[in-house]
C-alpha cells in the first residue's frame, strides 16, 4: 500500500523519529565500546564507564514528595538508575522487574542498592502516577521527577536520552532512546557500569557485590 506523506504527517514524522533512535543507540554503542577498548575491566560482567566522559555524573531531581534529590542523597548506596515513562508497556517495566528477580530472588541475601527509577516525562507522569506504577513492581523503589521539561530536556541531554515526542490524531506518542536498560553508580556516587542489553540485568546482582566490596 502507497502512503500519502502530504496527507499523513504524522505517519513522517513517526518513521523519521524511529531512524533517529536507530542512529542514537548506534552512537550510544560506539561511546561505549570505544570507552571498553581503552579501559579493560574483568572484575565486572556489565561495561565499565568509570571514564566515560560524555555521560553525565550528576543529577538534581526531586522525589513524589516535593523534596530535592540528588546523588548525594544516596551517598553511601549503590544506585542503580532507569529511565523512563510510568507506562505498563513502557521497556522501563521490564527492567525494573528484572532488576527485582535478580536482586531479591528468594534464598538469596538482600543487597543494600537503592534502585532509582526516573520518569522522564514531568507533564503527563505525575506524582502519583508514579508511585502506583513502582508500587506494583516492588514498593522499595525510589521514583524521582524533573520539576518540569526544561529540567527533563537536560537531564536527558546529560545522560544521552534521546526524545521525541510525536502528536498523533488523538493521543501523543512518546519515543526515547535512554542509556538502555540502566547505569550503576557506586558508593561515592561516581557512574561506573552501564548495564547490557543482552545480559545486563542477569549479571547486576554480581557487580552490585563488587562494587559493595569498594572496587
Known amino acids: 500500500m502507497k502512503i500519502n506523506f502530504s496527507q499523513t504527517p504524522e505517519i513522517y514524522e513517526s518513521l523519521i523519529a524511529g531512524m533517529k533512535r536507530w542512529l542514537y543507540r548506534v552512537l550510544i554503542d560506539c561511546l561505549i565500546f570505544n570507552n571498553n577498548l581503552y579501559v579493560p575491566n574483568q572484575r565486572f560482567r556489565n561495561n565499565d564507564i568509570t ?119 488523538k493521543s501523543v506518542s512518546y519515543c526515547a532512546e535512554p542509556i538502555r536498560t540502566g547505569l550503576v553508580f557506586d558508593k561515592k556516587g561516581r557512574l561506573r557500569l552501564y548495564l547490557g542489553r543482552q545480559n545486563g540485568v542477569k549479571n547486576l546482582r554480581h557487580d552490585v557485590l563488587q562494587l559493595n566490596l569498594g572496587y
Open 51 to 169: 571514564d566515560l566522559k560524555s555521560v553525565g555524573s550528576e543529577f538534581s531531581l526531586i522525589d513524589l514528595r516535593g523534596s530535592e534529590r540528588s546523588l548525594a542523597s544516596f551517598k553511601g548506596r549503590v544506585v542503580v538508575l532507569v529511565v523512563g515513562w510510568a507506562l505498563a508497556n513502557d521497556p522501563s517495566h521490564t527492567i525494573l522487574n528484572n532488576i527485582v528477580h535478580e536482586l531479591s530472588a528468594p534464598g538469596r541475601q538482600p543487597l543494600p542498592v537503592d534502585v532509582v527509577f526516573v520518569t522522564i516525562d514531568p507533564e503527563n507522569d505525575s506524582p502519583q502516577a508514579v508511585e502506583n506504577y513502582l508500587t506494583g513492581i516492588d514498593s522499595g523503589y525510589i521514583g524521582l521527577r524533573p520539576r518540569n521539561v526544561s529540567e527533563a530536556k537536560k537531564f536527558a541531554k546529560d545522560f544521552l536520552i534521546y526524545l521525541n515526542k510525536v502528536q498523533l490524531e
